[in-house]
C-alpha cells in the first residue's frame, strides 16, 4: 500500500515549537509538511538555502521576508512562492491563533 495521509491531521498538540515532517523524498527531492505556531525566525537570522524551496500555505497565515525585497510577503491559504537556491529569506511572524500549516518541496535543478 502507498504511504497516504492528510495534511489536516495529526497536528502537533505541543505548539511551543515548529514541527517539520519529511512526508515524501528522493535523490533531489524533498517533500515536507512544515506546521507553524507563532513561531518566527530569530532576529537577524537568515536562511540560505543550499536547493530552491517551492512552499505553499495550506491553512493559518505567515509573513516572509526576502533580503532583497523591501517589504515582507503575506501569505494565506494557496499562496506560494518557489525561493532560489542561496536567496536570503526569514519568516517574520506565523499565525498565533491558528497552526500554520505549509507544504514545502525542496529541489535541486541538477
Known amino acids: 500500500m502507498e504511504p497516504s495521509g492528510n495534511l489536516y ?54 509573513e516572509l521576508r526576502f533580503e532583497d525585497e523591501d517589504r515582507p510577503r503575506r501569505l494565506g491559504p494557496g499562496d506560494y512562492v518557489t525561493i532560489a537556491a542561496h536567496r536570503r529569506h526569514r519568516v517574520e511572524w506565523t499565525s498565533e491563533t491558528e497552526p500554520t500549516v505549509w507544504l514545502a518541496v525542496h529541489y535541486d535543478e541538477r
Not at 34 to 59: L, R, T
Open 9 to 62: 491531521q495529526n497536528l502537533p498538540a505541543d505548539q511551543s515549537a515548529e514541527v517539520m515532517e519529511t512526508l515524501a523524498a528522493g535523490r533531489a527531492v524533498r517533500i515536507e509538511r512544515i506546521v507553524s505556531c507563532g513561531q518566527a525566525s530569530p532576529p537577524g537570522f537568515w536562511y540560505d538555502q543550499s536547493v530552491h524551496e517551492f512552499v505553499v500555505v495550506i491553512s493559518g497565515a505567515a
